[in-house]
């Protein structure tokens, strides 16, 4: 069986200082706000990464490296610029400014993508 786990994985550690933080889960998607604090992204806007860990306000997110979403559509370029619907799963955008990210599969059946941040 062929693993993509691990590859090229980047991660920082985040909290939320100067806000209220919203209720941010284990495999949430975030950004960051102008004060540096981590807020949940909205839908229809990029990401900076996924939360793996939370622990006493310290927030663990993966900036890089191979993750499995939740994937929205029928197609994902192979090079894409990725947001987040109001479902919490990536698309496609042509009208957002972000990153492009590569899309290494994506099962249309259980709507779940293997992409490298």
């Given amino acids: 069986?062929?693993?993509?786990?691990?590859?090229?994985a980047k991660y920082i550690t985040m909290q939320c200082l100067h806000t209220i933080p919203e209720k941010i889960?284990?495999?949430d998607f975030v950004s960051v706000n102008n004060y540096g604090d981590v807020i949940l992204t909205k839908g229809n806007e990029t990401f900076l990464g996924i939360v793996t860990a939370i622990n006493d306000g310290y927030y663990t997110?993966?900036?890089g490296g191979y993750v499995e979403v939740k994937a929205s559509g029928d197609e994902l370029p192979m090079?894409?610029?990725l947001v987040i619907?109001?479902?919490?799963?990536?698309m496609h955008?042509?009208?957002v400014?972000?990153?492009?990210?590569?899309?290494l599969w994506?099962?249309?059946?259980?709507?779940?993508?293997?992409?490298?941040?």
Wanted: charged content about 25%; cysteine-free; overall charge positive.
């Fill in 79 to 81: 090079f894409s610029k």
């Fill in 106 to 117: 994506i099962d249309k059946e259980t709507r779940r993508a293997g992409i490298i941040l």
């Fill in 25 to 27: 889960s284990v495999g």
């Fill in 1 to 8: 069986m062929v693993s993509y786990n691990g590859f090229d």
């Fill in 93 to 95: 955008s042509t009208t």
């Fill in 61 to 63: 997110v993966q900036v």
């Fill in 97 to 103: 400014e972000a990153p492009l990210r590569r899309v």
């Fill in 85 to 90: 619907n109001q479902n919490k799963a990536v």
